[in-house]
């Protein structure tokens, strides 16, 4: 099963504190959660900022930073149609 994440961030949303500086650049430790059902845009992924263990510990409420689709891209698996959510089968599959 090979997929590809498509996702749109608020970048607004990043907290400064989360922005680490690397060698080569800024990075932000993300989460990417793929969900089992498809929501009215499409979207079966949600982007979160990475928590700490004691961040998780504490229950802090998450940074929800934006959302995404799937695309498979091995024509096995079925991928949802553009903007209407509704899933179709990719023509490999039928």
């Known amino acids: 099963m090979?997929?590809?994440?498509?996702?749109s961030i608020d970048l607004t949303k990043i907290p400064k504190e989360k922005i680490v500086n690397g060698k080569k650049g800024k990075y932000i430790n993300i989460?990417?959660?793929v969900n089992n059902d498809v929501d009215q845009f499409g979207n079966q992924a949600s982007v979160v900022v990475d928590q700490t263990k004691d961040e998780r510990d504490a229950k802090t409420a998450k940074t929800y930073?934006?959302?995404g689709k799937i695309v498979w891209t091995d024509g096995q698996f079925p991928d949802p149609a553009p903007y209407d959510g509704q899933a179709k089968s990719s023509p490999a599959a039928a």
Do not use: E, Y
């Open 2 to 7: 090979a997929g590809i994440v498509k996702a």
């Open 31 to 33: 989460v990417v959660n």
């Open 65 to 67: 930073l934006g959302n």
